[in-house]
C-alpha cells in the first residue's frame, strides 16, 4: 500500500482552503480534476493511491505554509490560519468535553501563581488594543510617532482623569500616580493603550473568553475554538518591573554600602570583616519607595520604550514596589495584571520569541513556545456560562464601574499627533 507522510493534516488544511475560497484561485484544470477523484473509505480517509503526485504536491504547499508565521506587516493585523501555525508560538491543549472543562476549573480554582488571558478566537495573536487601533487608523508607523503618541495618551488621561484614580489610591492607601497606573485605569475605561490584560483568577479569563463571542460554525478548525492562555508567575517574573526595580535598588543599594564601608574602615582587615557581616543587609528600606518618585521615574513611558517586554503586578505590595494599577473597581475586580509590549506593530508572542532568541545560552533549546493556551470548543460556551452563573461572574459583576469613559483620551490624543 502505497504511504504518503502527514497525508490527514495535509488532506484536512486543503480541504479548510478549498472551503474558504480557494477553489477559485486553482486555475490549473488538471489539479482540479485530480481533487475530483481523490477517494475516501468508509471512515472519512484519503485512499493514498487516489492521491495523484501532482494533488500532494499541492496539499504540501498548503501545509508549508502553515508551518511559517503568519505574514506580518507594520500595516496588517495577522492572524492564525490553523492551530498547527499557533503552534509555531504556544504549546496547546484542545478541549472538547464538559468533562475537561470541570477538570480545568478544579485544577485552577484556587490558584495563585499563573496568570491567564481569555480571548473569544483562538486565531487572534496577542495584540494591544492600541496596536490594533493604530494600525487600522494608519497612524505613522515609526517608534518615534508611537511614543510621541503614548506620551500624549498619558498627559491627556491625568488631565481629565486624575482625580478619579486618586480617589481609588488614596482608598488602597498607594499614593503613586505613574504612566504606567494611568494607563491601566484608561485600559479599563474604554480607551485602547499597549497593555495587555491578564488575571491571576482562571474563571475571569473564562468570562473574557466567551464575551461577545460568535459560535457561528466555520469550515476552518481554528474558527470554532476559544482560547486561554495561561503562564506561571515565576516564568515571567524575570521581566517584571517590580523584579527590574528589585535589582536595580540590590545593585545600587551594594555599590553604596561598599564604598561607605571602605571609608569607615581603618584597614583592610577590618574592611573584609565589615564586608562580610553587611553582606546579606540592605541599606534600602524599601517599605518607603511609595511616594518617593522612584517608580514614576522608572515607569515614564519614554523609559519604557526600552524596554521590549515586561508586566506588571500589585499582588506583592507588601515588597514596598507597587505600581498602584490597581486603580479602577474594574481592575480590582478583575484581579488584573498587566503585560507591556513596546512594539507598536509587532504581538506580544513575538516579541517574547525575539527576545528569548537573544538572549538563550548555546546549551538552551532552539524550539521556544511563548506559553501555553487551552484551545476550548465554542460548543461548550453554553456549559461555561452555566459554571460562570454558579460563581457569580457576569458582566455586572465584572464591570462594576462603568461612569468613566476614557475613549475620547485616544481621539484626543490622536488628533494632537496627527
Not at 475586580?333 to 525575539?354: I, M, R, Y
Amino acid at each position: 500500500m502505497r504511504e504518503i507522510s502527514n497525508l490527514d493534516l495535509k488532506i484536512q488544511l486543503t480541504n479548510e482552503y478549498l472551503r474558504t475560497g480557494g477553489v477559485e484561485k486553482i486555475y490549473d484544470v488538471g489539479l482540479l480534476q485530480d481533487l475530483i477523484d481523490a477517494k475516501f473509505d468508509e471512515n472519512g480517509k484519503a485512499i493514498p493511491e487516489s492521491i495523484s503526485p501532482r494533488l500532494n504536491a499541492f496539499m504540501l504547499a498548503i501545509l508549508g505554509s502553515h508551518l511559517q508565521p503568519p505574514y506580518h506587516t507594520e500595516n496588517h493585523i495577522a492572524e492564525y490560519g490553523s492551530l498547527v501555525q499557533k503552534s509555531l508560538f504556544f504549546d496547546q491543549i484542545q478541549i472538547t468535553t464538559e468533562e475537561q472543562v470541570d477538570e480545568l476549573i478544579e485544577k485552577y480554582q484556587n490558584s495563585e501563581n499563573y496568570l491567564f488571558r481569555g480571548q473569544s478566537e483562538a486565531k487572534w495573536r496577542l495584540y494591544s488594543t492600541l496596536q490594533r487601533w493604530w494600525i487600522w487608523d494608519g497612524m505613522e508607523k515609526s517608534p518615534e510617532n508611537y511614543l510621541e503618541f503614548l506620551k500624549t495618551l498619558v498627559s491627556t488621561g491625568v488631565e481629565n482623569f486624575k482625580p478619579e484614580i486618586n480617589k481609588i489610591l488614596d482608598e488602597i492607601d498607594i499614593d503613586t500616580l505613574n504612566d504606567v497606573s494611568v494607563l491601566g485605569f484608561l485600559q479599563h475605561h474604554n480607551c485602547p493603550t499597549p497593555l495587555l490584560d491578564w488575571t491571576y483568577d482562571f474563571m475571569t479569563s473564562l468570562f473574557f473568553g466567551i464575551d461577545g463571542i460568535s459560535t457561528e460554525k466555520s469550515p476552518r478548525e481554528i474558527d470554532n475554538f476559544l482560547s486561554i492562555y495561561f503562564i506561571k508567575e515565576e516564568h515571567f517574573d524575570n521581566g517584571s518591573m517590580r523584579k527590574l526595580l528589585d535589582e536595580s535598588l540590590q545593585t545600587v543599594g551594594e555599590e553604596l554600602k561598599l564604598g561607605l564601608i571602605a571609608k569607615i574602615a581603618k584597614d583592610d582587615k577590618q574592611r573584609e570583616e565589615m564586608e562580610r557581616h553587611f553582606k546579606e543587609r540592605s541599606f534600602f528600606d524599601k517599605d518607603r519607595i511609595q511616594g518617593s518618585g522612584l517608580i514614576s521615574h522608572m515607569t515614564k513611558i519614554e523609559h519604557m520604550s526600552n524596554i521590549p517586554i515586561s508586566y506588571f503586578s500589585d499582588k506583592d505590595k507588601d515588597s514596598g514596589i507597587a505600581f498602584s494599577i490597581t486603580n479602577s473597581e474594574n481592575i480590582k475586580k478583575q484581579n488584573g495584571v498587566f503585560t507591556w509590549n513596546s512594539d507598536f506593530a509587532k504581538p506580544l508572542e513575538t516579541v517574547g520569541n525575539e527576545q528569548y532568541s537573544e538572549a538563550k545560552s548555546e546549551s538552551e533549546p532552539d524550539d521556544y513556545r511563548f506559553c501555553e493556551c487551552y484551545n476550548i470548543s465554542k460548543e461548550l460556551v453554553p456549559y461555561i456560562i452555566e459554571k460562570l452563573n454558579e460563581v457569580d461572574i457576569n458582566k455586572e459583576s465584572i464591570y462594576p464601574d462603568v461612569d468613566a469613559d476614557a475613549r475620547p483620551i485616544y481621539d484626543e490624543s490622536k488628533k494632537a499627533s496627527t
